[in-house]
């Protein structure tokens, strides 16, 4: 008997993690940013954004406050987004400049610094899923097209015909912006003639990012890209460090935005290395780069970000970025404008 007294400490300490840690378990989402303005929105369009936005976030919570690690938290979350035709993700997505849909998606742990993501994939329903999928059970990071087809396929993924991902609203964007070029007539074909033809452009890309109650961040991020894009066009979303990077040792990001422009700033990865480098707070190193470094080259969009803390920032630079987060049992904060 006196021994397992002595014993009783030892068992208290090897409870599992969940009983002894004080985390701030957080779920934070974005369903895209962009010109997205109150007059343009009907309250039932509204209330469709914010109704998913809040599904998304109590799904996804309810996996962390259950036990769940930060990444099954942030897939779920972004495949209820992906289902949804409102973002520019999964069902809903962009088309190309071809009437195709071209998709990306990005997911990184970290706990062990692991990545994977797909790019420019086609028949693959959740793409998220396959990003998790390439990390996971391959010895990549990085998997395109046929390839990418082929090995979530083998992963016993779900796969669609590509007609899934149709829809009229997209399809619509896709003629408007064709038009809007032709007008234009842009001989430079460069990165102003990109600019020009997104003058009311809404990035629709969905991401999310957690803090489980182990301690352990995660960022995932999932995109059609950009309407209109030409010639297999890859955007920030599936490189790590540029739309979607995680480390414990600062946070997790996940980036929309016009991707030519965060691809150049390695957006993602430069919050992280501020906090890291120069022990910027997190808001702080996201409004640097964000609302400083972007802004400078005229680079559209945000981010989210949540730290070891359960800090989140999300700093954007254009009218609107669908958003919220949950750091609270039946307390979801959901926001599409700057002043709310
Ligand atoms: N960042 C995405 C891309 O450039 C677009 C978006 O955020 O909607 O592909």
Known sequence: MKRLFFLLPVLWL???????????IT????????????????PGQEEAYRQKLQEALVQGYAILEEGGTSLEAIVAAIRIMEDSPLFNAGKGAVFT????NELDAAIMDGKTG?????AGVTNIKNPITAALAVMNQSRHVMMGGAGAEKFAKEAGLE?????YFYTEKRFNQLQHIKKLEKSQLD?????????????????GTVGAVALDQYGNLAAGTSTGGMTNKRYGRIGDTPIIGAGTYASNDACAVSATGHGEFFIRSVVAYDVAALMKYKGLPLQDAAEEVVMKKLVKIEGSGGIIAVDKKGNIAMPFNTAGMYRGYIKEKGKAKIFIYEEE
């Open 14 to 24: 090897s409870l599992p993690l969940k009983a002894q840690t004080d985390q701030k």
């Open 159 to 163: 796969m669609v015909d590509p007609s």
């Open 27 to 42: 779920l934070a989402i974005h369903g895209g940013a962009g010109t997205i303005l109150k007059e343009n929105m009907t």
């Open 97 to 100: 400049n071809e009437k195709r």
């Open 187 to 203: 001989h430079d074909g460069g990165q102003g003639a990109i600019k020009r033809s997104y003058p009311d452009h809404k990035f």
């Open 114 to 118: 692991l990545a994977g993501a797909v």
